[in-house]
């Protein structure tokens, strides 16, 4: 899908026009509508036919101008906008050119406006086509122009959002694709691809080196699996003299979660392909900063592993020692992420001396909970960083919210027998906790840790996603590492 950029309205299939509840047509709109059609779109608001509702949609076909049809999409009231409307809209708008099997729409916004709506219809477009029969009937969906004025911020939102959509469809692609062709290794090889197009450095740790650098933990989990776990290091450097990573991401890569001998059951499993949700959005934030060429030096760290049940899997009661030399206890083998992001944070710090680090992972179900599906849970030991990861969640348009992280809930992941416990009964506060084991393994670097585990993975489509991988998170690292570069 290309994403273009005109002051004049071009030959298009579809023209979509957004109004306000009770609103008139803009002078813009009218300008891009010509007289006969904006005549047309007032005759239908007078008699009420389209009133402006948020979502309300009416399909008119106008005698003249370049579009064969004409959009109304509804913004709702002025007053009181809805969350991510503009995003909602978008997807609505792509559903709409899937529908009218158009190959091309328009759509006349303020350029401050364009990458919400744009971002929503790049989810909305998108589609997951690898495992189905080709359909030589279906028409691909080709260029979205916005009518907008061409100047610096309506270009750098187009550039934004092209580097978002290619990214998203990477993620969503890795994250829907199942493990029987998407194991540890042929992740790996898909890493290696990356690098090679970017000309990117990447240092692979199988399970030798891994043993050699003492990741007890991450070896843990993936002892199991027919497919040994991996430790990726991806580095991307421009133009920057640093020495030490401006900035690390860190996602977790659990290719297939069975909850090892803690097994998940009917209802829970099937779904389970997505828990590499975290690696994967290091990799399309990778491919978004290496195609802004943004100047800096950031670290991308995944680690890899399949929690898988065998006679080698990790046992309920079993004891690990990590990274740091800290032992831990397994007391349930579907705490798993959290023992394989320990190390990974652990060797990130030690090794790599980043100034800040975020870690981002499907962690747990637990933060559904407490925010939904629409909303990311983060925490982390630096409220600048913090406060620096919700602006870019707030200009990119996602929607995050901060769990705290206090000491005492720190100190519950504790071990009776071991330094540390990968799991504490009767807490409840399942995703706290999780934050707070990994707490255990950053020393003095700012970091924060972001919990995707409601909002990676779609049960319920809605206009602007679809059933399966979201990439959520993907634009609010995308912005952050903007904010981070040199």
Known sequence: ??????????????????????????????????????????????????????????????????????????????????????????????????????????????????????????????????????????????????????????????????????????????????????????????????AKKWKLKLTVFDEKDLKKLGCGSLLSVGRGAEFPPRLLVLEYKHKSKAKHPNLAFVGKGIVFDTGGLNIKPTGYIETMKQDMAGAATVLGTFQAIAAAKLTGYFLGVMPLAENAVSEKATHPGDVVTSYTGKTIEVNNTDAEGRLILCDALAYTEDKWKPHAMVDIATLTGAV?????????????????????????AKVSGERVWELPLDDDFVELCKGSFTDLQNATDGVRAGSIMGGAFLKHFVKTTPWVHIDIGGTAWAEKPSSSTKHGATSAGLRTLIELGKMFSD
């Open 1 to 194: 899908m290309k994403l273009l950029l005109s002051h004049k309205t071009p030959k298009v299939d579809l023209l979509f026009v957004l109004i306000h509840e009770g609103e008139p047509l803009g002078k813009e709109q009218k300008k891009h509508l010509g007289s006969e059609s904006t005549k047309l779109i007032e005759k239908h608001l007078k008699a009420k036919d389209f009133e402006g509702g948020h979502g309300e949609m009416l399909q008119l076909f106008p005698n003249s101008g370049s579009a064969k049809k004409i959009i109304l999409l509804g913004r709702g009231k002025k007053n009181k906008p809805k969350i991510s409307a503009l995003e909602q809209l978008g997807g609505m708008a792509a559903g709409a050119s899937k529908k009218y099997k158009a190959k091309s729409a328009a759509v006349i916004l303020e350029a401050e406006e364009a990458h919400a709506f744009g971002s929503g219809f790049a989810l909305g477009n998108y589609e997951f086509k690898k495992y189905k029969k080709e359909d030589k009937k279906a028409v691909n969906f080709e260029s979205l122009t916005f009518l907008s004025e061409a100047n610096k911020s309506s270009r750098s939102a187009l550039q934004a959002l092209e580097l978002f959509a290619e990214s998203s469809s990477y993620v969503r692609n890795l994250v829907n694709t199942p493990t029987g062709d998407l194991n540890t290794v042929t992740l790996t090889e898909e890493a290696q691809a990356l």
């Open 368 to 392: 559904s909970v407490a925010l939904g599906y629409n909303i990311t849970g983060i925490m982390g030991n630096d409220h600048k960083l913090l406060n620096e990861l919700k602006d870019a």
